[in-house]
């Protein structure tokens, strides 16, 4: 609530930004040159040399990749490369079905970022489906160049899901919602009244203007198809699902994996995803945290940097001491 003089002054000159400018968020994406296929690099900061195992972002079949990038002073894609990560982007640009997307599309982003890195291996982070795209990927080929995997809000026990929010009204109907709230939307962001109250906020203001932003280009068929068959058969947990031509299952992964859950997330109950802990016995190791916030408050709301960052920052550094800081495989050539 506006309670004081100092305040309401600040409430003014928020209300007038927004009006002279459109808006307090910063939109613009972080700048990325387009590689071959659907990668995008990050351009890292002025006098910053990125090294380490390259991290790649893996998008989910459902909503856009600008999850990563939400808006200037709240993107973990600019976190990262702002940490001096070499940092990059999995776009493909077009709806995707998850076999397509962990069979074909990601395998060839992998070799493609790690020969770019002089063949180090890659760190996947994926959100929400793109977590599961990147265990399946993971799974379907222990030959590919991934060095460990970090899944954010990623559902692995639809039964979970569905004591989470009980289903009803036919299938078709309860996966067409589900693809409406699949970004996890605290539509109460949006609220008049909401907005009202916090006049004063402008970080407020501009999180909910970067979310309305986001909630605008999410899409929606393919999600409700993906969380039909996840639904239907609860393969994740139970037999894994068919990956070029061949029954893939979480048992398969073979690379340390990171889970991170957001404990008032509807979409991802914390409690599906923390099967991951018992379902990937072959890892070498894996992790579990819960984080504050819903399905994408956890990967990008105003208590991230502080929660799920700081756990992605350590695991990323964890990677770097696992596989060192090698030199491109054509300076090295150059040098020798």
């Known amino acids: 609530m506006i309670r004081s003089p100092r305040t309401l002054r600040t409430a003014a000159v928020n209300v007038a930004h927004k009006v002279l400018y459109g808006g307090l968020a910063d939109l613009r994406p972080m700048p990325a040159d387009t590689a071959d296929g659907s990668v995008r690099r990050y351009r890292p900061p002025r006098g910053v040399v990125p090294a380490g195992p390259p991290v790649l972002f893996v998008p989910s079949p459902a909503a856009p990749a600008r999850c990563y990038d939400l808006r200037r002073g709240c993107s973990l894609a600019e976190h990262v490369v702002n940490a001096g990560r070499l940092s990059n982007l999995l776009d493909p640009g077009a709806d995707l079905d998850l076999e397509t997307l962990a069979g074909t599309v990601l395998p060839d982003a992998v070799r493609e970022v790690s020969a770019a890195a002089g063949g180090q291996p890659v760190q996947l982070v994926g959100w929400c489906l793109g977590g599961l795209a990147a265990l399946l990927a993971a799974a379907a080929d222990p030959d590919l160049p991934i060095a460990s995997v970090a899944v954010i ?82 393969a994740f947990a139970r037999d894994g699902v068919e990956i070029a031509g061949r029954r893939v299952g979480l048992d398969d992964v073979r690379v340390p994996v990171l889970a991170v859950a957001g404990e008032a997330d509807e979409v991802a109950p914390v409690a599906s995803v923390r099967p991951l802990t018992r379902l990937l016995p072959r890892a070498p190791q894996v992790r579990f945290a819960v984080a504050p916030g819903g399905h994408l408050g956890v990967l990008t709301g105003r208590s991230a940097r502080r929660t799920t960052w700081a756990h992605l920052g350590r695991w990323l550094d964890e990677g770097t001491v696992r596989h060192g800081i090698r030199a491109p495989r054509r300076v090295a050539a150059a040098s020798g």
């Open 153 to 234: 809000a990623t559902p692995v026990d639809a039964a979970a899901v569905r004591r989470a929010v009980p289903l009803g009204g036919g299938m078709a109907h309860t996966a067409l919602k589900r693809a409406r709230r699949l970004t996890g939307i605290d539509n109460s962001l949006l609220r008049p009244y909401r907005t009202i109250t916090h006049l004063d906020d402008a970080e407020f203001l501009a999180q909910a203007e970067a979310v309305d932003h986001f909630a605008n280009i999410a899409a929606g068929p393919s999600a409700a198809e993906i969380y039909r068959t996840l639904l239907r058969g609860n």
